[in-house]
Nanobody, 126 residues
Framework: QVQLVESGGGLVQAGGSLRLSCAAS????????MGWFRQAPGKEREFVAA????????YYADSVKGRFTISRDNAKNTVYLQMNSLKPEDTAVYYC???????????????????WGQGTQVTVSS
């Protein structure tokens, strides 16, 4: 059974940084692309970033491009989201997700992902 566990969220001032981690278990991590999404109160869950199984390709939402970096360590079964220059509008619950099929190219839609973590809260104060 696939389990995804996020950590690293917290309260930070605008302009600060946080690094989120997502530890995966239950199946071979290194052959699946991974994604990060976020959901603010009263809003739909939205794509933030995705990374291919080999880490050779990364994708970002326009709103975070240049500020966030997704990476992975296949030896540790972990995907990371480094968030710099945080803004109040980045406040949300952040989720990592894994698609159903291996070897797939990274995708950006919520419905493309079958497995989700429980989320970690990120709050950016102004």
């Amino acid at each position: 059974q696939v389990q995804l566990v996020e950590s690293g969220g917290g309260l930070v001032q605008a302009g600060g940084s946080l690094r989120l981690s997502c530890a995966a278990s239950g199946r071979t991590f290194s052959i699946y692309s991974m994604g990060w999404f976020r959901q603010a109160p009263g809003k739909e869950r939205e794509f933030v970033a995705a990374i291919s199984w080999s880490a050779s390709n990364t994708y970002y939402a326009d709103s975070v491009k240049g500020r966030f970096t997704i990476s992975r360590d296949n030896a540790k079964n972990t995907v990371y989201l480094q968030m710099n220059s945080l803004k109040p509008e980045d406040t949300a619950v952040y989720y990592c997700a894994q698609p159903r099929n291996p070897w797939a190219v990274p995708v950006t839609k919520v419905y493309d992902y079958d497995y989700w973590g429980q989320g970690t809260q990120v709050t950016v104060s102004s």
